[in-house]
């Protein structure tokens, strides 16, 4: 069943949708990228700590699939009633957030090894 906002406005330049869909796709793989080490930490990794980084990886590769998707979504909606693309936040953040995450969890290896 398709979402109703796709019925409303006209359809967008097929070009500026796949545009669309490839950031998304980029988005996906960044959290799973997240996921893989969240697992891999998990797996070979026996410290407590490190542990709890898995799990926030984890936890940070779930919302990152989320914020792709309303991305996207909104990104399409726009183009459909021919506004301007939404800007957010949510870049700045997250990338200072994983940022901080990766930095923490060297130094945690590197003390720890």
């Not at 097929?14 to 980029?26: C, D, K, M, V």
């Not at 930490?41 to 919302?63: N, R, S, W, Y």
Request: aromatic share 8%.
């Amino acid at each position: 069943m398709a979402a109703r906002w796709r019925d409303e406005g006209h359809e967008p330049d097929y070009r500026f949708s796949l545009a669309n869909e490839r950031t998304f796709l980029a988005w996906l793989r960044t959290a799973l990228a997240l996921l893989a080490g969240g697992v891999v930490l998990d797996q070979f990794v026996e410290a407590p700590l490190v542990k709890a980084i898995a799990i926030v990886l984890t936890v940070v590769a779930g919302a990152v699939c989320v914020i792709a998707y309303l991305r996207w979504r909104a990104n399409e909606i726009a183009m459909r009633h021919d506004r301007p693309l939404p800007h957010g936040s949510v870049l700045p953040v997250l990338g200072s957030v994983l940022l901080i995450g990766v930095a923490a969890l060297v130094v945690v290896l590197v003390v720890m090894g």
